[in-house]
């Protein structure tokens, strides 16, 4: 089988139940944007697999999860019209994001203020994977506007955009790196009384 096929060359692709439509199409640009997220988590994937094991093996496999889990969201909208029995993405998979968020909230170091990308160079990754991320849920809120979309697919998006924010900051705080504060905010984010 070759790699190529010609069959976009006029600017058109497939999608499952619907056809070919503009490579351009809500439906494309959001998974689209969920592909180049992907490739942007591989990224930090990579830098924290070649670390120590025992301090970086558990981020590892969470990326790693996550790519597979972004697959699934990528295949879930490529169904012009979603058909619940196929899709992948479940509740599950978003609560999981929330506990693992829950844990790297807990290891990190109380936020009061806005904070600038970086810190660390796994932070700094793991910031362009939250930014990529948010446009990727972007594209698909415009893509339920218009057209059927799976809802937890959105779900799972938002969520996500938490975890590597979570996750850079406990990145920064396991080697010891301060986040960085926006110089001119105040003082916005306050602990939430334990329930």
Do not use: M, Q
């Given at each position: 089988m070759k790699l190529y096929t010609r069959t976009g060359d006029e600017g058109r692709t497939s999608v499952i139940g619907g056809g070919r439509v503009a490579k351009d199409d809500p439906r494309v640009e959001a998974y689209g944007t969920?592909?180049?997220?992907?490739?942007?988590v591989g990224q930090a994937a990579a830098w924290a697999a070649a670390q120590d094991a025992g301090k970086?093996?558990?981020?590892?496999?969470?990326?790693?999860r996550i790519q597979h889990e972004l697959f699934d969201c990528g295949s879930d909208l490529s169904y012009?019209?979603?058909?619940?029995e196929k899709m992948k993405v479940s509740p599950d998979m978003t609560e999981r994001l929330e506990r693992w968020?829950?844990?790297y909230e807990a290891a990190s170091p109380p936020l009061r203020r806005f904070i600038l990308p970086g810190g660390s160079e796994p932070a700094a990754l793991l910031h362009v994977c939250?930014?990529?991320?948010?446009?990727?849920?972007r594209r698909v809120t415009s893509l339920a506007a218009a057209a059927p979309c799976?809802?937890?697919?959105?779900?799972?998006l938002n969520r996500l955009s938490d975890f590597f924010f979570a996750a850079a900051r406990a990145a920064n705080a396991r080697l010891?790196?301060?986040?960085?504060e926006y110089e001119r905010g105040a003082e916005v984010f306050r602990r939430r009384p334990e329930a």
């Open positions: 969920i592909d180049e997220l992907n490739a942007f970086w093996g558990g981020f590892a496999d969470r990326l790693t012009a019209t979603p058909e619940p968020i829950d844990e939250r930014t990529v991320c948010r446009r990727a849920e799976p809802a937890e697919v959105g779900r799972y010891g790196a301060a986040d960085v």
